[in-house]
Nanobody
Framework: QAKLVESGGGSVQAGGSLRLSCAAS????????MGWYRQAPGKQRELVAL???????NYADSVKGRFTISRDNAANAVYLQMNSLKPEDTAVYYC??????????WGQGTQVTVSS
């Protein structure tokens, strides 16, 4: 059974950078969007960024100009480069893959902590 494995989270000071990676193990067919959500303590999960099969991107207003999403279709992988990090970016980040139009696969989550 396919699953998503995330890596790259950690702790960094404000203004620093982190790169999150998410790769699929096992076969996933008909992948559409790939992306990242995050959830901070006491808050709802929110979409951070997504990238379509045609490489179109969409970002939350709060991360525009600081985060960059990319994907490697051959590897079924998605990445999130996070620059100029702020304390309010602290959250658990989850990658996802939308496949077969309506099916979703989620990563296990990786903690990102930004200190001031």
């Amino acid at each position: 059974q396919a699953k998503l494995v995330e890596s790259g989270g950690g702790s960094v000071q404000a203004g620093g950078s982190l790169r999150l990676s998410c790769a699929a193990s096992g076969s996933i067919f008909s992948i559409n969007d790939m992306g990242w959500y995050r959830q901070a303590p006491g808050k709802q999960r929110e979409l951070v960024a997504l990238i379509t099969i045609g490489a179109g991107t969409n970002y939350a207003d709060s991360v525009k100009g600081r985060f960059t999403i990319s994907r490697d279709n051959a590897a079924n992988a998605v990445y999130l480069q996070m620059n100029s990090l702020k304390p309010e970016d602290t959250a658990v980040y989850y990658c996802y893959v939308r496949h077969n139009t309506y099916s979703y696969l989620w990563g296990q989550g990786t903690q990102v902590t930004v200190s001031s």
